[in-house]
């Protein structure tokens, strides 16, 4: 089939009932529910991208194996051409988002692309897991489908590992091999838009000590697989606030859920990996699961602090407070953090590694440095728009306010900006930078950014000891060879 449209996708949703809780209630039609129409509206859009003339010789291809047009997240890169064809589609689905969406269909296609083209590791353990990799890794590709993704045990007890826990089948685990699959009990998190996704796959983080091996898994199944269950965290709009006054949250909201497994049958054709603790300690170092998808986060998360740094920027000219030295200081400082994240991910795309099966693979020391950088740079913007806009973004009237004719002269006067900024315009900027900082919408986005690679405190010291790996310090070898040279 190749590229889907938008409304092939919906379809795809409508033909399946997936076990959804939300608020308390099982969700009967995802489509209809208010929560989720405008976020499956925004994913929609990308896949009718695919087939908009503005935007489809850059970010789909070809497929050599099938003949039929697919996405080039999709692709193997082989050459730099193809690397930036891959950033075509990211940057393109994060423009269309303005980076708000982190787990747009890209996401996790790069991961397959990478289990698929790295799959000889999957091999030395079982040559049917790298088998069953490269199948579904056609499959996901030929028909187009969207994926959601649960690496995370439940936080239960971070002290303990999985079968030190107080049940056996509280972290996801193996419950018993039978003839048509393996059935797994227990529950993963945490599974971003997973009510509107087509399937789930299942993996996880290095970390399985011994005694761990039921829960060394790794597979993916569809995500109306009788007995999987979503349970979706308190939604943060609620899909009937006008798009005027929560520009962003009515639109980009991105559900968030737990994933409970009841004795759910994995077929053996679906199962990736499974009772190898080395394998999967091994997994997400070993087969780019993890550097691959930070050429697209770095791309998004550059476009993100853009986004977050121009809504500063234009708020503090709407209100002519950018003439201010303290103000230029703190749009100067998100200039340059965003400039500095520019050049990193245009070295990353220069310098970067050719695996020795000619898969190419941007920097790695460049990227994860974004990757590092911006559970920082990120709040920061964040808070600058916050200085910035003071009690100002606590002000604003609602889209009703703005309307009522007794109103209205007073919306104009009094909400008005610097000159040439008038009433309507400024409440609109306002809002717009509310949703980004003040809104549960915005918190979320900001909570993303610190955690969505996993805990930056330990990837960073995972950063440290790699980097000490290749970086012997001669220099100061050099400079302490001046004693050498003195004593001869
Ligand atoms: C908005 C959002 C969306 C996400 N989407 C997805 C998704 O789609 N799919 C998915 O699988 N995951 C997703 N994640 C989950 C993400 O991978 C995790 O949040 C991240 O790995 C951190 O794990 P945790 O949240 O369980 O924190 P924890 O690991 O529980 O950490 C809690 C705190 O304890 C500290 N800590 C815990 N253990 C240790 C230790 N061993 N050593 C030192 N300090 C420690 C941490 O530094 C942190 O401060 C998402 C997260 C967020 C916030
Ligand atoms: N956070 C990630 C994820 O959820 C899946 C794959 C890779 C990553 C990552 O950032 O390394």
Redesign the pocket.
């Given at each position: 089939m190749g590229i889907r449209t938008g409304d092939q996708y919906i379809r795809g949703l409508r033909s399946r009932q997936p076990e959804i809780w939300l608020q308390g209630r099982k969700v009967t039609n995802v489509c209809e529910e208010a929560v989720f129409r405008q976020p499956i509206h925004e994913i929609a859009k990308l896949y009718d991208m695919q087939h908009d003339e503005k935007y489809q010789e850059k970010i789909t291809h070809i497929c050599q194996e099938t003949g039929e047009r697919v996405n080039n997240a999709f692709l193997v890169a082989k050459t730099p051409e193809e690397l930036q064809a891959k950033r075509a589609v990211y940057e393109a689905y994060a423009k269309a988002t303005f980076g708000l969406m982190?787990?747009t269909p890209d996401f996790l296609n790069i991961v397959l692309t990478s289990l698929y083209s790295n799959a000889s590791f999957l091999e030395r353990y079982n040559p049917q897991w790298a088998e069953n990799a490269k199948n579904y890794y056609k499959v996901v590709r030929d028909q187009d489908l969207f994926l959601?993704?649960?690496?995370?045990n439940p936080?239960n007890d971070?002290s303990k590992s999985s079968h030190e826990q107080s049940d056996v089948y509280t972290h996801l685990g193996a419950v018993e091999e039978t003839p048509e699959g393996l059935i797994v009990k227990g529950a993963k998190?945490?599974?971003?838009l997973a009510p509107i996704t087509d399937e789930v796959i299942i993996y996880s983080?290095p970390g399985f000590q011994p005694g761990d091996e039921r829960y060394a898994l790794a597979f993916a199944i569809p995500i109306d697989t009788p007995g999987l269950r979503i349970i979706c965290r308190e939604p943060m709009q609620d899909g009937i606030r006008s798009v005027y006054d929560h520009p962003l949250a009515s639109r980009f909201e991105e559900m968030?859920a737990l994933l409970v497994f009841h004795d759910v049958l994995v077929p053996w054709e679906r199962l990736f990996l499974y009772n190898n603790v080395e394998a999967a300690n091994l997994l997400y170092p070993k087969t780019g699961i993890g550097q691959q998808p930070a050429h697209q986060t770095g791309v998004r998360g550059l476009l993100k602090l853009q986004f977050a740094t121009e809504v500063a920027m234009r708020l503090a000219d709407s209100i002519g407070v950018d003439v201010y030295p303290n103000v230029q200081n703190n749009l100067g400082e998100l200039a340059q953090s965003l400039e500095s994240l520019r050049a990193l991910l245009r070295t990353a795309e220069l310098e970067y590694e050719t695996l020795p099966s000619g898969e190419l693979m941007p920097g790695y020391v460049q990227l994860e440095t974004i990757r590092g950088l911006l559970p920082k740079l990120y709040p920061r913007a964040i808070e600058v728009i916050q200085i910035i806009g003071a009690g100002g973004l606590l002000m604003s009237p609602t889209d009703s306010d703005l309307e009522h004719p007794e109103l209205v002269a007073d919306m104009e006067k009094f909400y008005a900006g610097r000159v040439g900024i008038s009433g309507t315009d400024r409440v609109r900027l306002f809002k717009l930078a509310w949703d980004l900082c003040g809104e549960a919408f915005g918190q979320?986005l900001l909570?993303?950014e610190?955690?969505?690679t996993?805990?930056p405190?330990?990837k960073l010291a995972i950063f440290y000891n790699n980097y000490k790996k290749f970086h012997a310090c001669t220099m100061v070898d050099d400079a302490l060879s001046v004693f050498a040279a003195k004593t001869r």
């Open positions: 982190g787990r959601t993704h649960a690496i995370i936080q971070r998190m945490l599974a971003t983080f968030d979320r909570q993303y610190r955690y969505y996993g805990d405190v330990r």
